[in-house]
């Protein structure tokens, strides 16, 4: 039987977002889930894109870690690479999922050259707000040192779940 979650995504100063996801694979130390249908606004790095409405994203979630990473892909499918969204520890109660923006990401390509952290400025912005808390702050320094001294992402995250 189909799974789904609803995860709540709160960006501060931003509000949250609902997803409805799929959840493919459920573990102790990872759960994997899609979204059918990104239905926001392109992103692109480096003026490529690597995000358009109407492509599908894996998700793979880490629980107790302090990020998620996702498999973008562009509207036809195409795999463009993976996409570190720093984040709290998702919280999980039954189908509702809770997860705060750390406002920092990391963009690894497919091909996995030109890695490069993503909003530096907008985090730079939110911890001179006070939007990001010193535990946060740790975390975030953690995540960053793991994700540059690693062979970034994760091996699960490499694998395309059935």
């Known amino acids: 039987m189909t799974r789904f979650i ?32 990104y239905n926001g606004t ?4 480096h003026a490529k894109p690597i995000l358009e409405p109407g492509a599908p994203i894996i998700w793979y979630l880490f629980p107790g870690e302090w990020y998620g990473v996702g498999r973008f892909h562009l509207a036809d499918g195409t795999f463009t690479g993976w996409y570190t969204n720093l984040t709290e520890p998702v919280k999980i109660s039954g189908d ?5 923006d750390l406002f ?3 963009w690894t390509p497919a091909d996995r050259s030109e890695r490069c952290w993503l909003d530096e400025a ?20 953690a995540v960053r040192r793991r994700v540059d001294l690693t062979d970034w992402p994760p091996p699960i995250a490499r694998v395309i779940p059935p």
């Open 6 to 37: 609803h995860y709540h995504y709160h960006r501060p100063g931003k509000g949250t977002t609902v997803y409805e996801e799929e959840v493919l694979l459920e573990r102790a130390d990872v759960v994997i889930t899609k979204l059918p249908r």
């Open 42 to 45: 392109p992103y692109t790095v």
């Open 96 to 100: 509702r999922w809770d997860g705060t």
């Open 104 to 106: 920092l990401d990391h």
């Open 122 to 141: 907008e985090y730079d912005a939110a911890v001179a707000r006070g939007l990001v808390t010193d535990v946060q702050q740790e975390a975030v320094a």
